[in-house]
């Protein structure tokens, strides 16, 4: 078993700093960038939630690319100006009689003047590079849309993320994580299509002790993934004289916290049809996202010096009690 993770974590390390076409296929799998162009004519449509995380290339690569372009050309936006109101599916709070100038159905916003609302308003149609018509009904700003129900659950998102991940690790890591209010623009950058880029697996398979050689290999996936997405090697979060047990560096005590993020992002906010957060969504190549945040240590490679390895985690550790893995 040791001897095939230092073979799988050897083949990462290459793959990083060999040639381009070696750094297209690690273990087998090849990772695809989603493209936004259309589906060739009669190409086949995955099926709802049928997103892979297996190692097989053209699940990684083409499948993705058309369940992107699906889900974000084909399902949400722009709202259909033409459908008439229903009230009986709307909350007391949305009017019959829409009045300009008077706020109603503010559910997320509370707090803001109708001017503050307005000038939110015209920031998110900048961040995602829409019209007001993408989300609302204009004869009823009020009405709760389809779009505008996913916008709404979207904010509520923007500030979990300020407030359960991106305000802790600072606290935790204040001259290492970003700082400031991850928003609408962090990730669509004046795109609705955001696409799916350099795909991960369930973030259990990465916390998992003992991972099986499936499991094993989305690991390898997902290493390659984060490294493009940041723009970085393995040195960046790992120290070389163990990749396993010395996991104690700040980036990678942050990466291992955001990848509870991306997969908390993915099942608790996103629709069930959707699951298209990654790493490269807020970092777009870069070490530290950069937009509406302001960076942290733009951190040189770790020395590759074992440091007490005794005193860090051992995966194996529970095999020789007999607990359950």
């Not at 990465?206 to 290493?223: D, I, P």
């Amino acid at each position: 078993m040791v001897i095939a993770l230092t073979l799988v974590v050897a083949s990462v390390v290459q793959g990083l700093f060999g040639s381009g076409a070696r750094a297209q296929s690690v273990s087998g799998t090849v990772v695809k960038v989603a493209q936004n162009d259309a589906p060739a004519a009669g190409a086949a449509t995955p099926a709802a939630g049928s997103m892979s995380t297996g190692n097989n290339a053209a699940q990684l690569g083409t499948e993705n690319d058309l369940f992107a372009e699906r889900i974000y050309k084909h399902v949400y936006g722009p709202t259909d100006q033409s459908k008439p109101l229903d009230f009986s599916t709307q909350p007391a709070s949305v009017p019959h009689t829409y009045v300009g100038g008077k706020l109603y159905n503010v559910q997320v916003l509370k707090g803001y003047t109708y001017a503050t609302l307005l000038g939110q308003m015209a920031a998110y149609t900048q961040a995602l590079g829409v019209q007001c018509t993408y989300c609302h009904n204009t004869t009823n700003y009020a009405y709760d849309t389809p779009t505008k129900k996913i916008a709404r659950t979207m904010q509520i998102m923007a500030n979990a993320v300020t407030t359960n991940w991106v305000e802790p690790v600072k606290k935790a890591y204040p001259n290492y994580a970003v700082s400031g209010a991850v928003g609408c623009a962090t990730c669509h950058r004046g795109q609705v299509n955001i696409g799916v880029h350099y795909n991960i697996v369930p973030v259990q398979y990465l916390m998992y002790h003992n991972k099986s050689t499936k499991q094993a290999g989305s690991v390898v996936n997902s290493m390659y993934s984060a490294a493009k997405s940041l723009g970085v090697n393995c040195l960046f979060c790992h120290n070389s004289a163990d990749f396993v047990t010395l996991q104690y560096y700040p980036t990678n005590q942050i990466a291992q916290r955001m990848w509870a993020m991306v997969d908390d992002i993915n099942h608790k906010y996103l629709p069930a049809d959707i699951k298209a957060v990654t790493c490269y969504t807020c970092h777009q190549g870069n070490q530290w996202p950069t937009v509406l945040v302001q960076a942290g240590l733009n951190q040189t490679p770790v020395q590759p010096i074992a440091a007490h390895p005794e005193v860090h985690l051992n995966p194996g550790a529970h095999l020789a009690s007999g607990a359950a893995p």
